[in-house]
Structure formats: C-alpha cells, structure tokens
C-alpha cells in the first residue's frame, strides 16, 4: 500500500461545476497536510494546508480533513479553465515514519471544459 | 516574488559532462530537498538536508551528489551526466513552523 494515494485520473468537469479531489494516506500519526497545484512544465504551487479535522476553505478551495478515516479532500468550486492542473496531496506523516519531510502523492490530473 | 531560486533553468548538455544544478533560498530554512520528475509523472525524492553538512539520499537511487556548506545553498551535481538523466529537477525547502515546502522554478535538463 502507498503512503499516501489519491484517485485515478484524469479528472474532467464541465466549468462552473465542483471538481472534487481525494486523497488517502497510510500513516495515522500524520500531522500536516497540503495541496499543492502544478501546471504542465512549472513547479508545485501550494494551495491548501490543513492540520486539524473538519473543514478549511479558501476562496473557491476547501480542504476537508477525517483523521479517523485517513482521508483528505480538496474542493474547488465554481471551476474553471484556469483550474486546469496537475493536484498533489502531500503529507508529513508521524516523525517515526519519515522526519519531517513529506510524503507526495501521484497527483490527479485536472480538465476544466469551457 | 520567488524566494528559492534555481538556475539553469533549462540545460542542454552532451553525454558525459559533469554538471552542477543550482539552488539557493533567502528564507533561512535548515530543510531542503531535491526531486526528480518526469513529464506527467510523480516526484522523486532524490536528496534532502537538515541542515548545514547534512545530507542524505532519498528515495530513488540517483548517481548525483549534493552538498551543504551553507544554509542557503544546496546545489546537485552530475558527475558525469547520461541521457537517463534526462528531466526535470525540482529544488524546496521546508518553512519550520507549518512543514509546507516552497520550490524553486525546477531546472530542466537534456541530455544528449
């Protein structure tokens, strides 16, 4: 099982819909996680960070975190092309795992239809 | 406003040259990390540091080095550079207080 596993793209919703991104992770102790955005040939952007259960929004974003279930979502609302990108959820799992580094996932890819 | 910085920021460059990529941030951060990536592909972590004269290898294998003699500073060398070396090269360091990584603009490098 990977650390940290988000769905399968890619990812097409129509514009102005709400494109929903999930992402799983392994390490209960996990403390902090993160979305972050990359565009096709550019680095990682982030967007999101959340560290306690519940929800976090954002403008158009909102991050959703369920430690009891290990899962952390990200919605964006209202989409639109722009939004059109490569998501990767990150998280720092328990300092027993890996230090203080993160742990990435594969990403899921993003197609906003005008 | 980028606060790490990557230089080149492409490269193209013949079969075994020895190359070093640059990366340099003014935040003062002690964590930073190097990762490999392939077009539409996940990211690889390759080298990290904690700190001034540490460093460590990631999780794949990689014939780079690196190197830490400041904070601020952690270029990536190749030796002696192949065309599997082909990518694009990815430079962060962590902020402190919430674990987030802030990276560079990645070097993309060719190998021929």
Known sequence: QKEVEQNSGPLSVPEGAIASLNCTYSDRGSQSFFWYRQYSGKSPELIMSIYSNGDK???RFTAQLNKA?????????DSQPSDSATYLCAVKAGAETSGSRLTFGEGTQLTVNP | EADIYQTP???VIGTGKKITL???QTMGHDKMYWYQQDPGMELHLIHYSYGVNSTEKGDLSSESTVSRIRTEHFPLTLESARPSHTSQYLCASQHRGNYGYT??????LTVV
Do not use: H, K, M, N
Request: net charge neutral.
């Open chain 2, 22 to 24: 640059e990366c340099s």
């Open chain 1, 69 to 77: 279930s290990q899962y952390v979502s990200l919605l964006i609302r």
């Open chain 1, 57 to 59: 929004e954002d403008g």
């Open chain 2, 9 to 11: 920021r492409y490269l």
């Open chain 2, 103 to 108: 990276f560079g603009s990645g070097t993309r």
